[in-house]
């Protein structure tokens, strides 16, 4: 097994690396801040190709590997601590690639060239004001009329309101079917019928959170991802390709926290010597850094085995796909945050600040914990079920 990186791959982290540090870092307390990324930064992400990468090239993506793709999120992970740039980013890649994937020609034409220009918003509406993960309690529903569906309900929670109404572009929305099963239907947030709502969040200000509201919205049946009433399924696929994403970020922020607080703890004198002579903290530093380079390298394995099978379409390593993908989304994020909040810890009251900037990282990181493509329990039960069988699934 060769864990070395072709001199292309390398490259290409390099430049993205270079991306984070003089594009990202700047302005990453302005993302904060004025809650948006500035259109400078989603040009230059065009410019490097980062927008939904993976793709393919016939209609404006890198056509890149899920590895190539998870070491960009790593990086940009790092760049932006706040991840609001990080979720953008992962947004792009995983549904841009199941758009890519499963959606029809018209509509890979029409919307993939705008969203990896930078023109065009692409995100994922699943969850909905009485549950995410529970499928059972969906109640927004499609029905056919002709050659469009009528859509009615509402989805909450969901990232990229804003932006989608600011740039253009839409949400892969998951719909209960009239005939049974489920409907995955591209639907532009301008769409006539849809009011929107914004929540405020703690963290990743930079990217909005809201709802989405479907009053009889007709969409094209064009816009559909996938076949009729086998929505779930390209939905669950999408899911397992952005949740490596996420923990990619995860990574790399949980890299950037431990620099940040080794580089402190070297210089900051406490009783006539550094910090870092103190095996209590010296000994912290150490078990961190050995938990996030096994977490980077399982992180690295769940992308290899979606470009051996997922992105290949072979479905007959399902399940250890979805125990790679369900492990690293269950351990990185909570290693994320523990790395920063120790780095705060050893700034001491300095680290409660926001000159310090490690606050950004935690109210960021916060986000993959609670939900943000799957919460950690719902990974615990993914994992359950691989494990054990389906019939050990919880209320079933």
């Not at 050659?147 to 990229?160: C, I, N, P, Q, T």
């Not at 639907?187 to 509201?213: H, L, V």
């Not at 690293?328 to 120790?342: D, G, I, M, Q, Y």
Request: aromatic share 8%.
């Amino acid at each position: 097994m060769d864990f070395s990186l072709s001199d292309e791959e390398r490259a290409f982290e390099e430049a993205v690396r270079r991306f984070g540090d003089k594009v990202l870092r700047p302005n990453e307390r302005k993302i904060d801040s004025e809650g948006r990324i500035p259109d400078l930064v989603l040009a230059e992400m065009a410019r490097l190709g980062l927008l939904a990468m993976p793709a393919p090239t016939e209609y404006g993506g890198m056509g890149a590997s899920a590895v190539l793709t998870e070491i960009a999120a790593e990086e940009i992970g790092r760049g932006d601590f706040s991840m609001a740039t990080a979720v953008f980013f992962l947004l792009e890649a995983g549904w841009g690639w199941i758009l890519g994937k499963r959606g029809t020609e018209t509509v890979k034409r029409r919307v993939l060239p705008e969203v990896t220009a930078g023109r065009a918003f692409l995100g994922i509406a699943t969850t909905e004001p009485t549950g995410g993960s529970d499928l059972a309690q969906m109640r927004t529903r499609s029905r056919r009329e002709g050659d469009e569906f009528v859509v009615r309900g509402e989805k909450a929670f969901l990232s990229g309101v804003e932006e989608a109404k600011r740039l253009g572009g839409g949400h892969l929305t998951l719909t209960r079917a009239e005939a049974g099963g489920f409907n995955f239907l591209y639907i532009p947030t301008n769409s006539p019928g849809i009011s929107t709502q914004k929540f405020e969040n703690m963290g990743r200000m930079g990217i909005s959170t809201g709802a989405i509201t479907y009053d009889d919205v007709r969409v094209p049946a064009e816009n559909l991802i996938g076949a009729e009433g086998h929505g779930f399924g390209c939905a669950m696929e999408g899911f397992s390709v952005a949740r490596t994403f996420v923990s990619a970020a995860c990574v790399g922020a949980a890299e950037r926290a431990l620099e940040i607080g080794a580089a402190y703890i070297k210089q900051r004198t406490a009783f006539g010597q550094p910090l870092a002579k103190f095996e209590g903290i010296q000994f912290e530093l150490v078990d961190l850094f050995c938990q996030v380079e096994a977490v980077k390298w399982q992180c690295r394995r769940a992308a290899w085995l979606l470009d051996a099978y997922t992105l290949r379409g072979d479905d007959s390593h399902r399940s250890e796909v979805d125990q790679a993908v369900a492990a690293v989304k269950l351990t990185a994020p909570p290693l994320a945050f523990e790395c920063v909040k120790r780095a705060m810890m050893w700034h001491g009251a300095a680290g409660y600040t926001k000159d310090v900037g490690l606050e950004l990282g935690l109210r960021g990181v916060m986000s993959y914990m609670v939900g943000a493509e799957g919460g950690l329990n719902i990974m615990r039960i993914i994992l359950g079920r691989e494990l054990l069988g389906p019939e050990f699934l919880p209320y079933t």
